[in-house]
């Protein structure tokens, strides 16, 4: 590719409300990744969103003066063919399909969460077939584009990319790079002066070794139970005789696996309060999107970092770079386990160390895995691996053994009633399974 071609990145699901953090890290980071057109892609019921913050981007690059074109289309084949990136952030269902992926579980007695458990299932049985189906656009019309996969469940959603098309796909996730800034800023230091493990599953992580500036602090972070939690997880407080002895920071979602009662108990509280953790976000969304019409916004709001996707952008535009610049650095990624993890299949997809070559990401060893650790991740990923089937499929006995196998779900009966329900609910989006 020749330089003065400049790049062309396709964001789908670009109506987002996170889409004014990833414009402005293209900005940001316009001389090391020479952005010449940039696609924004929604679908018609998205139209409304993508008008707005489609918009709010041109101003922002007219504002920086640099030669990007900004494209707005529903459009998908356009904006895929011949990219260099394309990147995806979206929501199938829209927020009212998550509202229900929390709140049917929890009329159940189980955790609602949008990405584990139950609600996590349903997510991944919508979105796989539709990524999987972009995917065939991209290995049509741009058979080189990295692919880089926000879309949640992150960890699922990349695997069935991996082992089912061939594109080249890296799954996101923002949790990493919050814990990295949580950290410098605690310890105040540089970004390049920590070095941190994570071993497990997105979603599912043990953070083994934390290093500043050469000195070894995951005791003293174990010890005194300091708490980095994403906007979207309350923040329970650990049990300190618990975590001493966990052997890694653990990622405050498994708050939903170690502190189940708790978790249960405040999300029926939160919903008592102020609705679905979904309500709450809409209303978050609601209240952007007014900032973002207004004609005179040329920059990011500070009020998108209440979203709980802080840094998500930062992540995809340091990566796009990393690969692009063949840099070489230390990301921690999603991506086929490989023999990094010697009990769980190769072609699974897990959340660890990688160098990032312009080849791709090449997964580190891990030094540390906490025996404690070993059977969860199991248990999490044969679940994942059976609503991979299920979501191909359409299969609802493999589905049903999915949501049996899923640790927070107590028995086959509650399994039972919950996949009927939610398979219920989710029927437009979902016509594998009503054939």
């Known amino acids: 590719m020749t330089l003065e071609k400049g790049l062309k990145i396709a964001v789908i699901g670009g109506g987002s409300s996170y889409t004014p953090e990833i414009v402005e890290g293209f900005i940001k980071k316009y001389e090391q990744l020479p952005l010449r057109e940039l696609w924004l892609v929604d679908i018609e019921a998205g139209r409304h969103k993508l008008d707005i913050v489609g918009e709010l981007a041109k101003r922002m690059v007219a504002k920086s003066g640099l030669p990007i074109e900004v494209h707005l289309t529903l459009d998908r084949r356009q904006a895929i063919e011949g990219a260099d990136f394309v990147s995806t952030q979206m929501r199938v269902g829209l927020l009212e399909a998550r509202k229900w992926d929390e709140h049917i579980p929890n009329l159940h007695g189980v955790i609602g969460q949008e990405t584990t458990g139950p609600g996590g299932m349903m997510k991944a049985l919508r979105t796989i077939p539709v990524l999987l189906d972009i995917c065939r656009d991209i290995e049509e019309l741009a058979p080189d584009a990295w692919l880089l996969n926000f879309t949640n469940p992150a960890g699922m959603v990349t695997e069935a990319i991996t082992r089912y098309s061939k594109v080249k796909s890296i799954g996101l996730c923002n949790a990493p790079i919050g814990l990295h800034k949580w950290l410098t800023k605690k310890y105040d230091t540089e970004a390049n002066r920590l070095y941190t493990e994570f071993v497990g599953l997105n979603h599912l992580h043990w953070v083994t070794r934390i290093e500043v500036e050469g000195e070894d602090k995951l005791n003293e972070l174990l010890d005194k139970r300091e708490e980095y939690s994403g906007k979207n997880v309350p923040a329970t407080e650990w049990d300190p005789e618990f975590l001493r002895t966990l052997g890694g920071l653990p990622s405050y979602y498994l708050k939903y696996f170690y502190m189940q009662d ?45 979203r709980g996707g802080a840094y998500y952008s930062e992540a995809a535009v340091n990566l796009m770079d990393s ?23 190769e072609d699974a997809a897990i959340e660890v160390n990688c160098v990032v070559t312009s080849k791709g990401p090449l997964p580190l060893p891990v030094t540390k895995v906490p025996e404690q650790a070993k059977g969860l991740i199991a248990a999490v990923k044969t679940y994942e691996r059976l609503t991979i089937e299920a979501a191909i499929t359409g299969d609802r006995g493999i589905a049903l053994q999915a949501m049996a196998a899923h640790p927070l779900v107590p028995s086959v009966g509650v399994a039972k009633k919950l996949l009927d329900e939610m398979l219920e609910k989710n029927k437009p989006y979902l016509p594998a399974f009503f054939k």
């Open 323 to 345: 690969l692009y610049n063949d840099k070489r650095d230390i990301q921690t990624l999603n991506v086929s386990n490989g023999r990094v993890l010697d009990f769980l299949p």
């Open 262 to 306: 708790a978790m249960f108990e405040e999300q029926l509280a939160s919903l008592k309060a102020n609705g679905t953790r979904a309500e709450v976000v809409k209303r978050v969304e609601d209240e952007l999107f007014e900032l973002y019409k207004n004609p005179d916004l040329q920059e990011k709001p500070k009020q998108l970092e209440q």
